[in-house]
């Protein structure tokens, strides 16, 4: 009985030691080795977390970076969730020593670049989810060491070129997510290294013809997802998928299809076409098992230039969905209602040509490296990083697409500093002393998307400085010495998507600031000195999607620059001065505005009429760190998914009920704390008795509140109260 015994309590005294260990404020059971610290605005991974741990949920945080070796402690981690972390970085080795993980989730940051070396050491990853973070570029490599991964999720990212090879090591992969990005435009061999792939999602981007050489490349590939592409045409053998089942080509631009389009398909089951601009089909050679087209949606013809089609129809037996919509006696008639003889020509009729668009020729490889520079031909990647270089070198191959010529001493960029790299999709100047981009400077980068000249000592640009490279849609000038938005940059940039202008010292935004930049959709100013926005300068920018303003010197809300902005959706005012916000701040953008940042500011009083217009879209609001004692209602905001309250020295009295009824009704961790009356001070708003005496406060209050209300006349509670102990097996922090 002894030896029992003893490991019984050898067991008690583990449990006991483990239970020990669970960090502020986070919740931590021992009996499912899960550790909760949701919403806990911690700035840090929390120590002290218990080391045979398998789940850590971190959601809701505030890290920014991810250190090397931060999950060193638990090396049992399977499953980690950082979203909403407000995460920027990821460090080199930032998950070494998690080699048991099979999930990670890191959606809904700020997450820019994927390093090489960023994924290391999650050599068991089944799971990657990076959706809704600001990823502009893969760097081929990122993610070679993710040899389990079978699904991996880059939704609504920043991507608008994937290079040859990217997901190279991804051997097992089944399903890759690239929905709601602005891709248009792929490597051919992109897609070479995904042997395993079954499941393509490349709907929602920008794709403007089908990159059938990239997807020729997919053998395994059973199902195909282009929905809302701008695609106009499918060529003759344009989609050369030998398993594919299933394709979506919905809500695109297609105007005709070749006959043949599909003849190196021939698995194809399903065809979906609805919401197109098609006239009509011809008879699909090839697609001998398609079963389903889905025409829905378009302004078809039924005339008799489409009885081939109905022929084929009914010849090989394909269900067929659509309804004519001229001539206006069929108006409405369901394809497979038709009879050929209803199908006629009138003498005016038309007959359709299309012009077949010409293949595009490729430049041939050719040159040499220049000396002390490393080139990989496989994945067209010229480096000459960190090599103490006094001048641009030149002779990089034709085909390189990727120019890495960071921590150098250049000084300056001459005209004609790139000669041909007609291919050139992204470069990098970052750490390179920098004060002048002469005029011409980029000369012949026909093909550039992605400038960055981070970290350098430019004050001023002149537009002349970006001829000859139309096709730049990422600027990143991060860094550097600026005290005004560059005008005019953007007169020769049509296709500027993103600027980004952080931790420079720009004072103020003018009314000419953005001018010709129509589509910029994200601009960053974080970090500078800006104390006062023009009403018209951010008014040329009509398709802005996120502004980034923190850290600046703003006194209070830029309503009237807000104007004209109907696409706002994201706006960050953090650690910004602003101590009051008056009726209507945000009205300009109410229509469209889902995630506000307000933190860090000191705010000490908010306007009842100030949040007047939001309502349900809002998904996110961040108040934390700030100094009022009340809030308005916010009953409206019905869509919240992240509301952050923490910090906020609210004024638990009767004042106070409307919010305290309201966030019981709520199920979302805020983090809001009384810090008066004394007696109140420190508690949960949520779990506050201050208010069982204030007048009326029964009416409304959400439920499992009221067991409360019997204590109060003097009866015992049948209920469990809130703050009870949690369940065996838990422990929580007593923060």
């Known amino acids: 009985m002894g030896l029992p015994w003893g490991l019984l309590l050898l067991a008690l005294a583990l449990g006991r030691l483990a239970a020990t260990r669970c960090p502020t404020p986070c919740v931590c059971d021992n009996l499912r080795a899960q550790v909760l610290c949701l919403h806990g605005n911690l700035t840090a991974i929390p120590e002290a977390i218990p080391q045979l741990t398998k789940n850590l949920d971190l959601r809701g945080n505030s890290f920014m970076v991810i250190p090397v070796g931060a999950f060193l402690a638990t090396p049992y981690l399977t499953h980690l969730d950082l979203q909403h972390c407000k995460v920027e970085r990821l460090e080199e080795g930032a998950f070494r020593g998690l080699g048991r993980l099979v999930y990670l989730n890191l959606a809904s940051n700020g997450i820019a670049f994927l390093y090489q070396e960023s994924l290391d050491g999650l050599s068991s990853l089944q799971q990657l989810i990076l959706k809704g973070n600001r990823i502009e570029e893969i760097q081929p490599g990122a993610f070679g060491h993710l040899g389990s991964l079978t699904v991996l999720d880059l939704r609504a990212n920043a991507l608008v070129y994937l290079p040859d090879m990217v997901f190279q090591g991804l051997q097992v992969l089944?399903?890759?997510?690239?929905?709601?990005?602005?891709?248009?435009?792929?490597?051919?061999?992109?897609?070479?290294?995904?042997?395993?792939?079954?499941?393509?999602?490349?709907?929602?981007?920008?794709?403007?013809?089908?990159?059938?050489?990239?997807?020729?490349?997919?053998?395994?590939?059973?199902?195909?997802?282009?929905?809302?592409?701008?695609?106009?045409?499918?060529?003759?053998?344009?989609?050369?998928?030998?398993?594919?089942?299933?394709?979506?080509?919905?809500?695109?631009?297609?105007?005709?299809?070749?006959?043949d389009a599909f003849t190196h398909s021939p698995q194809l089951r399903t065809l979906d076409l609805r919401e197109n601009q098609l006239q009509?089909?011809?008879?699909?050679?090839?697609?001998?098992?398609?079963?389903?087209?889905?025409?829905?949606?378009?302004?078809?013809?039924?005339?008799?230039?489409?009885?081939?089609?109905?022929?084929?129809?009914?010849?090989?037996?394909?269900?067929?969905?659509?309804?004519?919509?001229?001539?206006?006696?069929?108006?409405?008639?369901?394809?497979?209602?038709?009879?050929?003889?209803?199908?006629?020509?009138?003498?005016?009729?038309?007959?359709?040509?299309?012009?077949?668009?010409?293949?595009?020729?490729?430049?041939?490889?050719?040159?040499?490296?220049?000396?002390?520079?490393?080139?990989?031909?496989?994945?067209?990647?010229g480096s000459c990083e960190n090599r103490d270089l006094q001048e641009i070198p030149q002779g990089f191959p034709r085909d390189t697409r990727l120019l890495d010529l960071r921590q150098n001493a250049f000084g300056t960029v001459p005209p004609g500093a790139f000669p041909g790299l007609k291919e050139l999709v992204s470069l990098h100047l970052q750490s390179c002393s920098i004060r002048t981009l002469h005029p011409g400077a980029l000369q012949g980068l026909e093909s550039l998307v992605y400038?960055?000249?981070?970290?350098?000592?430019?004050?001023?640009?002149?537009?002349?400085?970006?001829?000859?490279?139309?096709?730049?849609?990422?600027?990143?000038?991060?860094?550097?010495?600026?005290?005004?938005?560059?005008?005019?940059?953007?007169?020769?940039?049509?296709?500027?998507?993103?600027?980004?202008?952080?931790?420079?010292?720009?004072?103020?935004?003018v009314d000419s600031d953005l001018a010709r930049a129509g589509g910029l959709r994200w601009l960053?100013?974080?970090?500078?000195?800006?104390?006062?926005?023009?009403?018209?300068?951010?008014?040329?920018?009509?398709?802005?999607?996120?502004?980034?303003?923190?850290?600046?010197?703003?006194?209070?809300?830029?309503?009237?620059?807000?104007?004209?902005?109907?696409?706002?959706?994201?706006?960050?005012?953090?650690?910004?001065?602003?101590?009051?916000?008056?009726?209507?701040?945000?009205?300009?953008?109410?229509?469209?505005?889902?995630?506000?940042?307000?933190?860090?500011?000191?705010?000490?009083?908010?306007?009842?009429?100030?949040?007047?217009?939001?309502?349900?879209?809002?998904?996110?609001?961040?108040?934390?760190?700030?100094?009022?004692?009340?809030?308005?209602?916010?009953?409206?905001?019905?869509?919240?998914?992240?509301?952050?309250?923490?910090?906020?020295?609210?004024?638990?009295?009767?004042?106070?009920?409307?919010?305290?009824?309201?966030?019981?009704?709520?199920?979302?961790?805020?983090?809001?704390?009384?810090?008066?009356p004394a007696e109140a001070q420190g508690l949960k708003?949520?779990?506050?008795?201050?208010?069982?005496?204030?007048?009326?406060?029964?009416?409304?209050?959400?439920?499992?509140?009221?067991?409360?209300?019997?204590?109060?006349?003097g009866k015992p509670s049948k209920k469990k109260r809130p703050g009870k102990s949690p369940a065996r097996g838990f422990k929580r922090s007593r923060a």
Not at 476 to 499: V, Y
Not at 695 to 702: C, H, L, N, S, V
């Open 174 to 259: 089944r399903w890759l997510r690239l929905s709601h990005n602005t891709l248009h435009v792929l490597g051919s061999e992109a897609f070479a290294a995904l042997p395993a792939l079954r499941r393509l999602s490349l709907d929602h981007n920008e794709l403007q013809a089908l990159p059938s050489e990239a997807l020729a490349r997919l053998d395994g590939a059973t199902w195909l997802d282009l929905g809302h592409n701008p695609i106009t045409y499918m060529a003759e053998e344009a989609l050369a998928m030998a398993s594919l089942k299933h394709l979506f080509l919905d809500h695109a631009a297609l105007q005709d299809v070749a006959p």
């Open 280 to 381: 009509g089909l011809p008879p699909l050679a090839g697609a001998r098992r398609l079963e389903r087209v889905s025409l829905v949606g378009n302004p078809l013809l039924c005339s008799c230039l489409l009885r081939p089609f109905h022929r084929w129809l009914a010849r090989v037996r394909v269900q067929v969905e659509g309804a004519c919509a001229a001539p206006l006696a069929l108006r409405g008639r369901p394809l497979d209602s038709l009879r050929p003889p209803e199908m006629r020509c009138g003498r005016s009729q038309p007959t359709p040509s299309p012009t077949m668009p010409s293949e595009q020729s490729r430049v041939a490889s050719s040159g040499h490296c220049p000396l002390g520079c490393s080139c990989s031909p496989d994945f067209h990647h």
């Open 451 to 509: 400038l960055y000249l981070t970290d350098n000592h430019l004050s001023t640009l002149a537009a002349t400085a970006f001829k000859g490279a139309p096709q730049l849609a990422y600027l990143d000038l991060d860094r550097n010495a600026f005290t005004h938005l560059p005008s005019h940059t953007f007169q020769l940039l049509p296709n500027l998507i993103s600027l980004h202008l952080q931790h420079n010292a720009i004072g103020e935004l």
């Open 524 to 676: 960053y100013l974080a970090g500078n000195a800006i104390q006062h926005i023009a009403p018209t300068a951010l008014a040329p920018a009509k398709m802005l999607e996120k502004l980034h303003l923190e850290a600046n010197h703003l006194a209070e809300v830029p309503t009237a620059a807000l104007q004209g902005l109907p696409a706002l959706s994201e706006l960050k005012l953090s650690r910004n001065p602003i101590k009051r916000l008056g009726d209507g701040a945000f009205l300009p953008v109410a229509s469209s505005l889902q995630h506000l940042y307000l933190d860090n500011m000191g705010l000490e009083w908010i306007s009842p009429g100030a949040f007047a217009g939001l309502g349900p879209k809002i998904r996110s609001l961040y108040l934390e760190s700030n100094k009022m004692s009340n809030i308005p209602d916010m009953s409206n905001f019905t869509g919240l998914e992240i509301l952050n309250l923490r910090d906020v020295p609210f004024h638990c009295d009767c004042q106070l009920l409307p919010l305290w009824r309201w966030i019981n009704t709520l199920n979302l961790h805020i983090g809001a704390t009384c810090g008066s």
């Open 685 to 713: 708003v949520k779990l506050s008795t201050t208010f069982l005496t204030c007048p009326g406060w029964g009416r409304g209050e959400a439920r499992g509140a009221r067991p409360d209300k019997t204590k109060a006349a």
